[in-house]
Every structure is written in C-alpha cells, then in structure tokens.
C-alpha cells in the first residue's frame, strides 16, 4: 500500500511559478512510475506529466511541455512538479499517482494509488 500526499499549491498570478511536492510512504518508491494529473470543474481528470522509477523517462502533456518539469528524488520518496509561466488555464485541483509497474502512462487508470489532490488556482 502506498500513501500519497500533495503540497505546494495555492492561488497566483498569471506568469507566476509553482512546485508541487507529493510525499509518498511504503516501499520500493523507486519501483513506481509516477505520474501528475489535473481536473478542472466540469473536466475530465487528465495527465500533465509521468516519470519513470529512476527518473530516465519523462512525458508531458503538450499544453504544459517546455513550462512544467516532473522530477523525482528516491531518496526522500518524493516527486516534483515545478509549473513556470502559469496561465489561467491551468487552474485545477492536481493530483499525483503512483503505478505498479514502473511505465509512465498517460492513463488514469493504470495508476493504481492516487493523492487527495492540492488546489491551484491561476487568476489574469
């Protein structure tokens, strides 16, 4: 069983920055692929980016790619998500997941353990 926990969001400005954190508890973190995800209201739940067990692998979603970085450190079971040039667009609760397998996925539903999600709001 794995326990996630998200911090670092809140409410900014347009052009601001931001970095979520997510802790996770258990073993093997190093084994897991984890992986962002955000869901705005009224949206479905969708993948922002996923990063392999040791880190080799990134994949972004192409409306955050070259402003978003995903990055881990197995040290501290925890993973990244540092959000530069934020638009109001990406204004969502986010969520982080972890996945059995190692392989970073854009599915929801291959992750098998998820957060409680941490709200970030972006006004204009």
């Known amino acids: 069983q794995v326990q996630l926990v998200e911090l670092g969001g809140g409410l900014v400005q347009a052009g601001a920055s931001l970095r979520l954190s997510c802790a996770a508890s258990g073993r093997a973190f190093s084994s897991y692929a984890m992986g962002w995800f955000r869901q705005a209201p009224g949206r479905e739940r969708e993948f922002v980016a996923g990063?392999?067990?040791?880190?080799?692998?990134?994949e972004y979603a192409d409306s955050v790619k070259g402003r978003f970085t995903i990055s881990r450190d197995n040290a501290k079971n925890t993973v990244y998500l540092q959000m530069n040039s934020l638009k109001p667009e990406d204004t969502a609760v986010y969520y982080c997941?972890?996945?059995?397998?190692?392989?970073?996925?854009?599915?929801?539903?291959?992750?098998?353990?998820w957060g409680q999600g941490t709200q970030v709001a972006v006004s204009s």
């Open positions: 997941a972890a996945e059995r397998g190692g392989i970073v996925t854009t599915a929801p539903m291959a992750y098998d353990y």
């Open positions: 990063i392999s067990g040791r880190g080799g692998r990134t």
